[in-house]
């Protein structure tokens, strides 16, 4: 329902006020009637809608009813259809009548007019603002949801910096100093032409210093100005010695890299009457070029990348141009038309000011076809007879050089060359260069993108955020404001249309942009005052800066937050919309639900309103929602491992990186400098994400376990699009509040109840006197992120007492819908069946538990085979070696382990119900425990269900088990039951650089993992 508001009318004076766009304005007819009126009539301009609310019906005027009757106490009610270019520019009159007369015994009039005041934010989490008839100030779960997402703005973009971005109340960059320069390679300086600054041409293209990502710049020695004939007028090609700039000093010319000056023939087919320009349009559709040049616009369209094309590489062909042209034939390294920084804008092909005509993008599509046989440093074939260039080729200063051609689909095979190739990319790499497909979307290209002239020919259009996940991003130069959205790259959030340029910071990058639109005539503007203002409760939640007109970021400063509620926003002057930028400052958490609240109000100036207090016309909401931390679990894809290098587990180290090297996954150790002898980086730390529609954050949350490590997360994790987040054990820490203790299943559902996150479980006690617990603070925190709902195991039975010693989850696609191993007679009525329960059927795990149960059965048959001298630790020194005999006539040894199975078993019931499993979904790995002084239960042998989950590769603690055939027959039980998921078994010894102490693989490593495909607004808590 429109907001509405009541008008009181006079007939002694006219009556002006103000109608805001989508509300409804309720005329006080009655009120407002002289002595003896008994009807009315109304009558509007065209501008206005009026209709009559009498009794139960609702009727427009005009209508066949003339006069109203008055003592029925008829309602009177106008909208209005679009912004007035005047105050007052529409008008009401209502005429008053007596019950017998025909003359009218008093008028009032009304002066309306409309404005449109609009909050917006991105309620339908398409990445982008727009005006929505939504309501927005509620926020909906689910795919047909909506309401707005806020990020904690929890990483540090100023390495400089010594907390958080969100302790900081400056818009920062990369280097911290608040300008919008970006941090440049060391490898590369920003020399590229069409800069003022920068070098003529001919002495750039031979020289290292080339931009990371551009055209090769090769022109042919005989090259020749251009006449004044050209697309734009004013465009001139490179040559040697022809001046860029007059104002630069000269340098001596040297010639040019180009293919004839290097032995090779010029195009075969090429038509040498018809030059080249170089054109780029900005999206399909854009308005085309004024055709009163002699040039066909945007003919021979060949785009970079056939399914991406809002950036398209063109050609003009010039029909008009002298059949007897200057120019040779063009080499197909040959660069045309490049701009020169003192171009005039081009009105009539981009009328809008904040556009920049000439931009140029580079992006690879993740389902590109690689090279055949090519690896990123050999060279490269070009075309069916042509020889491929080697790594020492003279033809650029980097010998890494990716030709666009026919045979690679790159260009539609439309060309008038058949057997050439017409341009030629060069891509800079980053050392050290990764082993991936040059056309892969993990290609780690350096995009390092100095401020660039608006007609450069690479002018970069992207927010920094990388294509590439795992190589470090810089910023690069803001999208460009246009009229509607276009489509969108692989991993690139969409852009808000409407914009002026976004500043050039990463810091308001991982902001939510909130706009303020205005219509209407500045004077009423100026006779009124639009308030923004946030509630009480949420000023320590939430932070909003503003820019004004400008994009420099020192203009931006914090307008609410703290103990600022409120901001008075003045429209400029050319620019209708506002836009803020809202960062997040606290977390979901017991006293704070998410949701965040911010107002706009239209006030009635004092001045209006004669020294009284202003009174509010019009309130427009928006709510956020601050995104949840999530965790991922162990069948998401790994992208990075973490290990601690101590004392003496240099050799368990080595294990897991060549693990890590299978698994073609990135490891980082920790040196002994920053872990001070801690080799517990499981318990140190827990990797999650934030996400938004324009940006995914990974955020580690740090434990409130403050050894060795504590330092760890917080200087080097923390960093440029990398959050941190941490609580605090009010009652002190105990082992429980290690993230050995903290972990999450995969997606399930549960009785018809889906959680496509998965559910976070962490171990507990039993209600008893001295029972162990998750710190309040990190349980309170867990819940009230909502999309994992947390489920609370019994781990206190063990020693250390983390739920990662009994259980883990591992990816398993073999799993159907309908498993045929459920035998449902056999199943208790309270089980679940694999049918009805469980999308860990559909998603593909299982659930690993430690069983002595199932160690005791192997052992017994190994018994029964005659292999009971086989003995335990076989190879380890100073270490008992019991045998099967041995171990099975130890009765303290069976009754410790029939209390760990029950222990055990009580959770595997537990995880049943909560997870939605069923038997199948289970799987039973060996494993015994052993009493220590306190009756608590450690580990008899390394225990393999504490392993390290790399996709298919598992990093297993080798259990020195009995040896029988040559095998250690508890291994050779794992293998039998995960081998035949598709899983590889790597076992690794830690017997002494972790068992001993009460540790494991997966304690002594820590993995960053892919965030869901699945977005976390679209669950139903």
Same mark, same amino acid.
């Given at each position: 329902m429109a907001q509405q508001r009541r008008v009181q009318l006079s007939t002694q004076s006219p009556t002006s006020t103000v109608c805001v766009l989508g509300t409804?304005?309720?005329?006080?007819?009655?009120?407002?009637?002289? !002595?003896?009126?008994?009807?009315?009539?109304?009558?509007?301009?065209?501008?206005?809608?009026?209709?009559v609310l009498h009794g139960a019906r609702s009727v427009k005027l005009p209508s066949s009813v003339g006069r109203w009757p008055l003592g029925a106490r008829p309602e009177l009610l106008l909208a209005m259809e679009r912004p007035s270019h005047e105050p007052g520019d529409e008008k009401v009159r209502i005429s008053y009548f007596r019950e017998d007369g025909g003359v009218p015994v008093g008028r009032a009039l009304l002066y309306l007019t409309c404005v449109e005041v609009s909050l917006d934010a991105d309620v339908t989490r398409s990445g982008a603002v727009s005006r929505t008839l939504l309501d927005k100030a509620s926020w909906i779960w689910g795919p047909e949801g909506r309401g707005a997402v806020l990020l904690v703005n929890c990483d540090r973009d100023d390495a400089g910096a010594e907390g958080l971005d969100s302790e900081d109340s400056a818009v920062r960059s990369y280097s911290g100093a608040g300008s919008p320069q970006p941090r440049l390679s060391p490898r590369f300086s920003p020399n590229f032409p069409l800069f003022p600054q920068f070098s003529p041409f001919p002495q750039l293209s031979p020289l290292p210093q080339i931009f990371p990502i551009s055209l090769s710049f090769s022109l042919l020695p005989q090259f020749l100005p251009f006449p004044s004939v050209s697309p734009f007028s004013h465009s001139f090609p490179f040559s040697p010695g022809f001046p860029l700039f007059p104002l630069l000093p000269q340098s001596p010319p040297s010639p040019p890299i180009s293919p004839l000056s290097l032995g090779f023939p010029p195009f075969p087919h090429f038509l040498p009457s018809f030059p080249f320009s170089l054109s780029f349009s900005l999206f399909p559709g854009f308005p085309s070029v004024s055709p009163s040049p002699p040039v066909i616009p945007f003919?021979?369209?060949?785009?970079?990348?056939?399914?991406?094309?809002?950036?398209?590489?063109?050609?003009?062909?010039?029909?008009?141009?002298?059949?007897?042209?200057?120019?040779?034939?063009?080499?197909?390294?040959?660069?045309?038309?490049?701009?020169?920084?003192?171009f005039p804008p081009f009105p009539q092909l981009f009328p809008l000011p904040q556009i920049f005509p000439f931009s140029l993008s580079f992006s690879l599509l993740s389902q590109f076809p690689p090279f055949p046989s090519v690896s990123p440093f050999s060279q490269f074939p070009l075309f069916p007879g042509f020889s491929p260039f080697s790594p020492s080729s003279p033809i650029s200063p980097f010998s890494l050089s990716f030709p666009l051609f026919l045979g690679f689909l790159l260009f539609p095979p439309i060309s008038p060359f058949p057997s050439v190739f017409p341009f030629f990319l060069q891509f800079s790499p980053v050392s050290p260069f990764p082993p991936v497909s040059p056309f892969s979307h993990s290609f780690p290209f350096s995009l390092l993108f100095p401020p660039i002239s608006p007609y450069s020919l690479n002018f970069p259009l992207f927010p920094p955020v990388s294509l590439f996940p795992n190589f470090p991003i810089s910023p690069i130069f803001p999208p460009i404001s246009l009229s509607s959205p276009f489509p969108q790259f692989p991993h690139f959030p969409p852009f808000s249309p409407n914009f002026p340029p976004f500043p050039f910071s990463p810091d308001l990058q991982d902001m939510a942009q909130l706009v303020l639109r205005t219509r209407g005539p500045r004077a009423t503007f100026a006779g009124h005052r639009l308030l923004l203002h946030l509630d009480f409760g949420h000023a320590d939640k939430i932070r909003v800066f503003y820019g004004g007109d400008g994009a420099e970021l020192e203009k931006f400063q914090p307008v609410l937050g703290g103990s600022k509620l409120s901001y008075t926003v003045r429209p400029g002057r050319h620019q209708h919309d506002s836009v803020f930028y809202v960062e997040g400052l606290a977390f979901p958490d017991v006293d704070f639900s998410g949701l965040v609240s911010l107002h706009v109000t239209l006030l009635e100036s004092p001045e209006k309103c004669q020294g009284l207090l202003e009174s509010p016309i019009f309130t427009d909401s928006v709510v956020f929602r601050v995104a949840p931390w999530i965790m991922t679990p162990n069948t998401a894809a790994p992208l990075e491992v973490f290990v601690c290098s101590v004392d003496g587990n240099e050799e368990f180290v080595a294990a897991v990186g060549a693990l890590a090297e299978r698994a073609q996954c990135p490891l980082t150790v920790c040196p002994a400098p920053q872990n001070?002898?801690?080799?517990?980086?499981?318990?140190?730390?827990?990797?999650?994400?934030?996400?938004?529609?324009?940006?995914?954050?990974?955020?580690?949350?740090?434990?409130?376990?403050?050894?060795?490590?504590?330092?760890?997360?917080?200087?080097?994790?923390?960093?440029?699009?990398?959050?941190?987040?941490?609580?605090?054990?009010?009652?002190?820490?105990?082992?429980?509040?290690?993230?050995?203790?903290?972990?999450?299943?995969?997606?399930?559902?549960?009785?018809?109840?889906?959680?496509?996150?998965?559910?976070?479980?962490?171990?507990?006690?039993?209600?008893?006197?001295?029972?162990?617990?998750?710190?309040?603070?990190? !349980?309170?925190?867990?819940?009230?992120?909502?999309?994992?709902?947390?489920?609370?195991?019994?781990?206190?039975?063990?020693?250390?007492?983390?739920?990662?010693?009994?259980?883990?989850?591992?990816?398993?696609?073999?799993?159907?819908?309908?498993?045929?191993?459920?035998?449902?007679?056999?199943?208790?009525?309270?089980?679940?069946?694999?049918?009805?329960?469980?999308?860990?059927?559909?998603?593909?795990?299982?659930?690993?538990?430690?069983?002595?149960?199932? +160690?005791?059965?192997?052992?017994?048959?190994?018994?029964?085979?005659?292999?009971?001298?086989?003995?335990?630790?076989?190879?380890?020194?100073?270490?008992?070696?019991?045998?099967?005999?041995?171990?099975?006539?130890?009765?303290?040894?069976?009754?410790?382990?029939?209390?760990?199975?029950s222990c055990i078993s009580w959770n595997r019931?537990?995880?049943?119900?909560?997870?939605?499993?069923?038997?199948?979904?289970?799987?039973?790995?060996?494993?015994?425990?052993?009493?220590?002084?306190?009756?608590?239960?450690?580990?008899?042998?390394?225990?393999?269900?504490?392993?390290?989950?790399?996709?298919?590769?598992?990093?297993?603690?080798?259990?020195?088990?009995?040896?029988?055939?040559?095998? +250690? +027959?508890?291994?050779?039980?794992?293998?039998?039951?995960?081998?035949?998921?598709?899983?590889? +078994?790597?076992?690794?010894?830690?017997?002494?650089?972790?068992?001993?102490?009460?540790?494991?693989?997966?304690?002594?490593?820590?993995?960053?993992?892919?965030?869901?495909?699945?977005?976390?607004?679209?669950?139903?808590?």
């Open positions: 409804e304005l309720a005329l006080d007819v009655c009120g407002s009637a002289p !002595r003896g009126a008994a009807s009315f009539q109304a009558q509007a301009t065209p501008g206005v809608r009026l209709w003919s021979l369209s060949f785009p970079l990348f056939p399914p991406i094309f809002p950036f398209s590489l063109s050609f003009f062909l010039f029909p008009g141009f002298p059949s007897v042209s200057p120019f040779p034939p063009i080499s197909p390294f040959s660069c045309n038309f490049p701009l020169l920084s003192q001070r002898q801690d080799r517990w980086i499981q318990d140190e730390m827990e990797f999650g994400y934030i996400q938004a529609p324009h940006k995914t954050l990974p955020v580690v949350f740090d434990s409130p376990r403050d050894l060795g490590l504590k330092d760890f997360p917080v200087k080097s994790i923390l960093g440029p699009d990398f959050g941190y987040v941490a609580r605090q054990a009010a009652e002190g820490a105990s082992s429980l509040d290690s993230f050995g203790n903290l972990e999450v299943s995969p997606p399930v559902t549960v009785q018809g109840k889906e959680y496509p996150l998965g559910r976070i479980l962490i171990g507990s006690s039993f209600p008893r006197v001295g029972g162990r617990r998750m710190a309040k603070a990190v !349980r309170d925190f867990l819940v009230a992120q909502k999309v994992q709902e947390p489920v609370e195991l019994f781990s206190d039975w063990l020693s250390v007492g983390h739920v990662d010693e009994f259980l883990s989850f591992v990816p398993a696609p073999d799993r159907k819908v309908t498993d045929p191993r459920v035998d449902k007679s056999r199943m208790r009525p309270s089980e679940p069946s694999s049918t009805s329960s469980s999308s860990s059927s559909l998603q593909g795990f299982r659930l690993l538990l430690a069983s002595p149960s199932a +160690c005791y059965q192997l052992l017994r048959e190994k018994q029964e085979e005659g292999f009971g001298e086989a003995a335990m630790f076989q190879g380890l020194d100073r270490v008992p070696k019991p045998t099967i005999n041995e171990i099975l006539a130890n009765e303290e040894l069976r009754k410790f382990n029939d209390y760990a199975q019931d537990i995880l049943k119900r909560s997870l939605g499993l069923a038997e199948p979904d289970i799987l039973d790995i060996p494993q015994l425990f052993q009493s220590n002084a306190a009756s608590e239960a450690q580990a008899f042998f390394p225990d393999m269900v504490n392993m390290l989950v790399l996709g298919r590769h598992l990093g297993i603690p080798k259990p020195f088990g009995p040896v029988v055939g040559g095998r +250690c +027959c508890l291994e050779q039980r794992v293998r039998e039951l995960l081998e035949p998921l598709g899983l590889s +078994c790597t076992f690794i010894d830690d017997f002494f650089s972790y068992h001993v102490l009460l540790g494991e693989v997966h304690c002594g490593t820590n993995v960053r993992r892919k965030p869901f495909a699945f977005k976390w607004w679209d669950v139903v808590p």
